[in-house]
Structure formats: structure tokens, C-alpha cells
């Protein structure tokens, strides 16, 4: 059971360039988010996702898009990449509404610099 | 709208020193309450939960946090060691129908000296 993936852990891009985000998870979670974590500043909510299918806004939804074809899987696309999206990805799931009590999983992140 | 504070924004201390992170949320609601850890280089892990029940909750490494009607959710060690040097997130879910997303805090960094 590896629980929530991320990939990559680690990417450079330069300004202008897009990337994509991978995050699967394994758990058969219904909700899946993306956070963005800046220093002094906590998690920040990009996107969220209560199944397949349906997605929406967080907090610091500019800049990036999501799609949640399946249950598994959650991308975050990055499409002009600017020096603002410098910052550790991480990528969540959980139960859902009902049990919420589990909590969220994350991943092990996905540290970005745009240079 | 709801929102989380955390005051103290690093906190430095000595093996078996005992340790209190202060956190603050505005909701007047039913809330669910949660404590998360991330050491150095790793993702955030679920430290300790509230839901309804004991105000007291014990979650893991000698860990505790007690819910308060106005509006607390401190988290609290006996004697802390150098592993616990970490940030702690504080975290606050409505509960109510339709809200399937936490508020986090700004974060608590916590160095123990050996």
C-alpha cells in the first residue's frame, strides 16, 4: 500500500515553461487537494477534488489547473510558470465527509524553482 | 470565515523541557481539530485529532491537545526531546456539510537542544 505518490520530487523550470504535477494514490480516496507551502506562510490550498470528475478552487487557484479523471489520479498542471510558483507541492487525500476523523495523507512532495 | 493562528512562529527549547504550541481558530461551530507534524525534509503526518467526546485527546510520541470552548486547541508535551525538532501545523475543519477542505496554521518551527 504506497498510500499518496508524487512525482517529480524535485524540478527547475524557467519562466514561461509548464509542467505537470503528478499525484496518485492507492486508498480509494474520494477527495484529493494540492497545497502549496511557502516558509512562514503554512499551506495554502490550490485545488481540491471531491471525485471523478469534479474539482474546484481553493485558496491560490491562479496560475494552475487540475483534472481528476479517475479516482486515482490528481495533476496539477503549471501552464506559464512564474517565479511566484517557486514553493514545495504537496499533494493529499482523504476519506471524505463522514470520515474525516482519518484525516489527510499526504505526499512526500514535489520541491519547484522557477528561475 | 474560519481562520487558524498560530502565534508562536519558532520555539526553541532544551531536552526534557515541556512544551505548549498555542493555536487559535475563529469558527463558532461544530469543528474538528487536528495537530500535524513535518520533520526535516519529510511530509506532514497526523499527530493527534479531535472530533467530539474527551476534550483531552492523546495522539502519538507522548503527545496531547485539549479542546477549549473559546476557541483553543493547544498542543502540549511533558518533556520534549531532541527528536521532536519539527514544524507543527495546526489544522480546522468546519464539519458542516459541504466543507471538505482544512484551514492550516502558519506553522510552529520547534528546535530541541540536546
Known amino acids: 500500500n504506497a498510500g499518496v505518490t508524487q512525482t517529480p520530487k524535485f524540478r527547475i523550470l524557467k519562466i514561461g515553461q509548464s509542467m505537470t504535477l503528478q499525484c496518485t494514490q492507492d486508498m480509494n480516496h474520494n477527495y484529493m487537494y494540492w497545497y502549496r507551502q511557502d516558509p512562514g506562510m503554512g499551506l495554502k490550498l490550490i485545488y481540491y477534488s471531491v471525485g471523478a470528475g469534479i474539482t474546484d478552487k481553493g485558496e491560490v487557484p491562479n496560475g494552475y489547473n487540475v483534472s481528476r479523471s479517475t479516482t486515482e489520479d490528481f495533476p496539477l498542471r503549471l501552464e506559464l510558470a512564474a517565479p511566484s510558483q517557486t514553493s514545495v507541492y504537496f499533494c493529499?487525500?482523504?476519506?471524505?465527509?463522514?470520515?474525516?476523523?482519518?484525516?489527510?495523507?499526504f505526499g512526500s512532495g514535489t520541491r519547484l524553482t522557477v528561475v | 470565515a474560519q481562520s487558524v493562528s498560530q502565534h508562536n512562529h519558532h520555539v526553541i527549547l532544551s531536552e526534557a523541557a515541556s512544551l505548549e504550541l498555542g493555536c487559535n481558530y475563529s469558527?463558532?461551530?461544530?469543528?474538528?481539530l487536528f495537530w500535524y507534524v513535518q520533520y526535516p525534509g519529510q511530509h506532514l503526518q497526523l499527530l493527534l485529532k479531535?472530533?467530539?467526546?474527551?476534550p483531552l485527546v492523546k495522539g502519538i510520541k507522548g503527545f496531547e491537545a485539549e479542546f477549549k470552548s473559546k476557541f483553543s486547541f493547544n498542543l502540549r508535551k511533558p518533556s520534549v526531546q531532541w527528536s521532536d525538532t519539527a514544524e507543527y501545523f495546526c489544522?480546522?475543519?468546519?464539519?458542516?456539510?459541504?466543507?471538505?477542505?482544512?484551514?492550516f496554521g502558519t506553522g510552529t518551527r520547534l528546535k530541541v537542544l540536546a
Open positions: 479531535y472530533f467530539s467526546g474527551d
Open positions: 493529499a487525500s482523504s476519506l471524505g465527509q463522514g470520515a474525516l476523523e482519518y484525516g489527510y495523507t
Open positions: 469558527y463558532g461551530g461544530t469543528v474538528n
Open positions: 489544522a480546522v475543519n468546519a464539519g458542516t456539510s459541504g466543507t471538505y477542505k482544512y484551514i
